[in-house]
């Protein structure tokens, strides 16, 4: 969150998913980063609810997870998720970059 705002980027930080689906639609945020383990809704289920949701499903999704498993990235990715970044592969500064190159 600090490295995003340095770089001059707005943050909101939701920590119960069942919360992503009416805040996103409130905000009209420019990106999402979902992990995928999140209390109360999984990923997968915020995932695929906003790409069903006609006001929300062109916002591009990022997936940032430890989930590093190569059918759990396949997933996101057919999911609708642009890209699925594994925590544990990148510092803050090369995840700034990968949001970056998704607001291209």
Do not use: M
Not at 7 to 30: I, M, Q, Y
């Amino acid at each position: 969150k600090e490295k995003l705002e340095k770089e001059g980027f707005e943050v909101f930080v939701l920590c119960d998913g069942t919360k992503v689906l009416k805040k996103t639609k409130e905000l009209k945020p420019d990106l999402i980063l979902l992990d995928i383990v999140l209390p109360n809704q999984n990923g997968w289920e915020i995932l695929k609810a906003l790409k069903e949701d006609v006001e929300v499903k062109d916002i591009p999704v990022i997936i940032l997870s430890n989930l590093a498993q190569e059918e759990e990235i396949q997933k996101g990715l057919a999911l609708g998720a642009v890209k699925y970044l594994v925590k544990s592969q990148y510092v803050p500064s090369e995840i700034v970059e990968e949001i970056k190159r998704a607001l291209l």
